[in-house]
């Protein structure tokens, strides 16, 4: 993965003071007019409005795939676990 040069940021320019987390200007850059920050258990995710868009709908994308699956009666990992197993034991001559 190639990171544009201009992402690479020194960290000693954000700040934390009583008040937050500050975080200088230059860091939002290309980000576009509306910026979205959200905060998770360990992370604080800072992405343009486009992205957020794009984030959400590749996740409801994956849950339908999912959910699709399940309906089909796709294998479960555990199953998938035990096939594997099988196939590597059987080509190691363990039967």
Known sequence: M??????????????????????????????????????GANVLIIESEERETARKQLGRMVRALRGSAAKLGAPTLSEIEKLVTEVRKTRAGRN
């Open 2 to 39: 190639h990171i544009n040069s201009s992402w690479n940021t020194d960290m000693g320019d954000a700040r934390y003071t009583k008040r937050g987390f500050l975080i200088p200007t230059k860091w939002l850059k290309g980000f576009g007019a509306k910026v979205r920050v959200q905060r």
